[in-house]
């Protein structure tokens, strides 16, 4: 018996339908989008047909509401590579046409707890640099981060606070000769607690991706352990992957 094949939702084909009219330039970035009811009128559906619609793409960060003006297109979401040690935050975001600025939150050293000393493979109690930032694209806040980095690898690292608001793996190599060699990085989406709201404006249970990285040096060793907070609104990601053929 021949399969039935299963209809989009009905919300899924509106908002596919205005997402592309946003990718096509009919809609640009600031322009408002027509009423709830004109967008009924223009497809021939209910208005919680177009309700579900509007907030699915408002979810995604594709439009955004303002009370007593209407909904308007969101600026673009900004793309960062996980396939690529060699380009760091701030040169994808000059790239992008953004102008990328780092905020110092904290920087200090502490006692690595039972967490730390296993992701970066030292001992309990053994020092790490700890580095917290908040990170932007013209002035907007991108991602919350914590960095922590064995002592060992970086002695003077607490001392260099205006480095540290650069490329961090170019300082590594170039002031401490850490040769970076791999990052491992894993990402899940998660809602923004009280703290991560605060940082990134953003309002309290909005989708965020949570993003831990760990990075080895040209001998394998873990050098830096980070966990990162962005803005699900106004991030996406890329990731390249490169095969032989015996992996076809």
């Known amino acids: 018996m021949d399969s039935v094949k299963e209809q989009p ?30 967008l009924c009128e223009e497809y021939s559906v209910s208005r919680t047909t177009v309700r579900i619609a509007l907030q699915q793409l408002a979810l995604e960060g594709r439009i955004h509401r303002i009370q007593g003006k209407g909904t308007f297109v969101s600026k673009p979401k900004i793309q960062t590579s996980l396939s690529t040690t060699e380009k760091g935050f701030a040169s994808q975001l000059i790239e992008q046409g953004y102008k990328p600025k780092t905020d110092i939150l904290d920087l200090r050293v502490i006692p690595a707890d039972q967490t730390l000393a296993m992701h970066l493979q030292i001992n309990e109690d053994d020092p790490i640099t700890r580095l917290t930032r908040i990170r932007y694209a013209n002035d907007e806040p991108l991602f919350y981060s914590i960095s922590y980095i064995p002592w060992k690898f970086a002695p003077g690292l607490v001392n ?18 850490v040769e970076i060699h791999k990052t491992i990085e894993t990402i899940e989406p998660i809602l923004a607690n009280e703290t991560i709201s605060e940082y990134l404006g953003v309002q309290e249970g909005s989708p965020v991706f949570s993003l831990e990285t760990i990075t080895y040096n040209d001998d394998l060793k873990p050098i830096e352990f980070s966990d990162s907070v962005f803005r699900g609104d106004r991030s996406k990601f890329t990731i390249e ?4 053929v015996s992996d076809i």
């Open 9 to 38: 939702a009905l919300y899924n084909i509106v908002k596919n339908k205005i997402l592309d009219q946003i990718k096509a330039g009919k809609y640009k970035v600031g322009d408002k989008l027509p009423t709830e009811m004109e």
């Open 241 to 244: 992957r490169f095969y032989t």
């Open 160 to 177: 260099d606070e205006e480095g540290c608001k650069s490329s961090l793996f170019q300082l590594l190599q170039e002031k401490y000769n």
